[in-house]
């Protein structure tokens, strides 16, 4: 599908959202949603993995799993305000030698990027239009498993995005948030040779862990 997603997630992430985020996850460690990715991943008993973490934002979840899970991360974001955040937190951790980071949009530069052990999405997918494209290429890079978070598909979640979606339009910012069909998203993932390990659910966030079907992660 084509679609200028990079630019228009450059806009909409701002340097000031980004540096609020940072400063949250300072002072607070990360959002509960991302939690969910960390134990999840954590369940799996890996070691020395390289992760891929698309849309990772500040980079809480490759901060995170380079303390004890993973030896190398990429980071490709659409947003060059999240990337410089998540660059000088690595940098202040002392682990940016590790981490690639990309400014682009994941699936433009999926074909140059080597297959890893883990995949991330957290928050990405309803930030993008065509989730399946998104999902498949994610898939393709992932030997053994992929966590990802998206909003739930409940009634408050459809209402409140529309509602987003409403003032987006009347401020002529062309960003929406998408509310992409689970059953779907779920279906894509098993016949990319995945299954479904670990399903988690707050408020607002589902979290799902999928493993590749018939070998350990
Ligand atoms: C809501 S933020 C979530 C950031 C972070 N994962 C978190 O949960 O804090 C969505 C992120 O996904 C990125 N993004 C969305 N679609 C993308 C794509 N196709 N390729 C790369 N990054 C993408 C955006 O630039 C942004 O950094």
Redesign the pocket.
Known sequence: MPCN??EI??N??TEAEARS?LKSYRKRGP?E??KLILTAIRSLNLKNADLL??????G??HHELLKDVVRTATH????SA?LKEAKEEAVRRGHSDRVNFIH????DVAPELPKVDLVT????V???PDFRG?LKSAADHSKSAIAL?YPRETWYMRFGLRVINFFQGLRKDPFRVFLHPVAEMDSLLKKEGFERVSLRRLLVWEMALYQKSGGAA
């Open positions: 997603c990079c997630t450059d909409a992430f985020e959002a949603q991302t973490d698309i849309g990772g934002g500040i809480t979840i490709v974001d659409a947003s999240y682009a949009d994941f699936t999405l957290d928050r990405v309803c930030c993008y998104l978070t």
